[in-house]
């Protein structure tokens, strides 16, 4: 690298900076959303997501996939994002819109499903039982968010 000394502290400052500009973003969430991660990544956001974020269906149909698959409920989690998507877009959704929908889903379903692989202990009788609600009302086409977490 060629330049002056002044030249390379400049471009070290920079880099610097950069580097303390990334930490910090991506401590607090918004990295996510710079690579157009929308969704929930942890248990504790799917299950607190808002009834009135415009995200709250795909967050919730997606977290309820993940959580029954892990605890091994019988289903097609691959028919359940296809109705539900289907059902979104007889709902009137804008085909622009329903990118993101799909994006909040998946990255939901696949953030959560990492995050509990390894408890073995996660599906305790409260919980399957919660699961087993949520998953059943979305199998039978009702979207609506309400799902929560079992203690």
Same mark, same amino acid.
């Given at each position: 690298? $060629? @330049?002056?000394?002044?030249?390379? =502290?400049?471009?070290?400052?920079?880099?610097? =900076?950069?580097?303390?500009?990334? #930490?910090?973003?991506?401590?607090?969430?918004?990295? *996510?959303?710079?690579?157009?991660?929308? @969704?929930?990544?942890?248990?504790?956001?799917?299950?607190?997501?808002?009834?009135? *974020?415009?995200?709250?269906?795909?967050?919730?149909?997606?977290? +309820?996939?993940?959580?029954?698959?892990?605890?091994?409920?019988?289903?097609?989690?691959?028919?359940? &994002? &296809?109705?539900?998507? +289907?059902? $979104? !877009?007889?709902?009137? !959704?804008?085909?622009?819109?329903?990118?993101? !929908?799909?994006?909040?889903?998946?990255?939901?379903? $696949?953030?959560?499903?990492? +995050?509990?692989? *390894?408890?073995?202990?996660?599906?305790?009788?409260?919980? +399957? #039982?919660?699961?087993?609600?949520?998953?059943?009302?979305?199998?039978?086409? *009702?979207?609506?968010?309400?799902?929560?977490? #079992?203690?």
């Amino acid at each position: 690298m $060629e @330049g002056t000394g002044a030249q390379r =502290a400049a471009y070290a400052a920079l880099a610097v =900076a950069a580097a303390l500009l990334l #930490a910090a973003i991506s401590a607090c969430g918004t990295i *996510d959303r710079v690579r157009n991660k929308d @969704g929930a990544s942890t248990e504790k956001e799917a299950r607190n997501v808002a009834p009135e *974020d415009p995200l709250a269906r795909p967050i919730q149909v997606g977290w +309820t996939s993940a959580r029954a698959s892990h605890c091994g409920f019988v289903f097609n989690p691959d028919q359940l &994002r &296809r109705d539900f998507l +289907t059902a $979104e !877009i007889r709902s009137g !959704i804008p085909q622009e819109q329903m990118k993101k !929908i799909a994006q909040a889903y998946d990255y939901t379903r $696949e953030s959560v499903l990492a +995050t509990i692989k *390894d408890d073995l202990h996660y599906c305790n009788k409260e919980r +399957t #039982a919660a699961i087993r609600r949520d998953l059943n009302r979305y199998l039978a086409g *009702d979207y609506a968010p309400s799902a929560r977490m #079992a203690q």
